[in-house]
């Protein structure tokens, strides 16, 4: 009972394969004859609301906001040389995928910097865009949830940065 997260209504939460959403209330449910007290997690960007039993929340790995420390060191990543490796991209795209349904905060700037292109360097492929599109979502709305500021602003912070690097 001890570990179980405690969320209020109101709190911003990340869920790691949907990203930054807001709780909207804690509901007991009837389901199969049982009475399970869920949060009601509402995300925006997709329109989507997720229930999530409130026994099982961490194991599920929702978890609260990063904070701005732990948020600095995954923006850290960004200024750092992309490591992108030789292997087949069918590889490196799972694994990229599986970096940014972790949810972690570190593991998403990763891909953001590995797959980031500046002007005058060679293009994409659809997949590679589709993946940094993701992973620029991602690392975008929770930074800005973060930072409290709007996601354009963020965006605009990132892509400074990638720059900058």
């Known amino acids: 009972m001890s570990d179980k997260l405690?969320?209020?209504?109101g709190d911003h939460v990340v869920y790691p394969s949907h990203g930054v959403g807001k709780i909207l209330s804690?509901?007991?449910q009837e389901i199969s004859g049982y009475s399970l007290s869920v949060y009601v997690v509402h995300f925006d960007k997709d329109r989507m609301t997720l229930r999530v039993p409130v026994a099982k929340a961490k194991g599920s790995g929702?978890?609260?906001?990063?904070?701005?420390k732990e948020m600095a060191s995954a923006l850290a990543k960004l200024?750092?040389?992309?490591?992108?490796?030789r292997t087949m991209w069918s590889r490196r795209a799972q694994e990229y995928e599986a970096k940014i349904n972790s949810g972690d905060p570190g593991s998403i700037a990763e891909v953001v910097r590995d797959l980031y292109?500046?002007?005058?360097?060679?293009?994409?492929?659809?997949s590679?865009?589709?993946?940094?599109?993701?992973?620029?979502?991602?690392l975008v709305r929770e930074f800005a949830a973060v930072e409290a500021i709007d996601e354009q602003t963020a965006t605009?912070?990132?892509e400074q940065m990638l720059n900058a690097a």
Not at 79 to 85: E, H, I, L, M, N
Not at 117 to 126: A, I, V
Not at 128 to 138: C, F, G, K, S, V
């Open 26 to 28: 804690i509901e007991i």
């Open 156 to 158: 605009e912070r990132l």
């Open 6 to 9: 405690v969320f209020t209504q």
């Open 62 to 68: 929702l978890r609260r906001l990063s904070t701005q």
């Open 128 to 138: 590679e865009r589709q993946i940094y599109q993701a992973a620029l979502d991602r």
């Open 117 to 126: 292109r500046n002007t005058g360097q060679p293009d994409q492929s659809y």
């Open 79 to 85: 200024k750092g040389r992309s490591k992108a490796k």
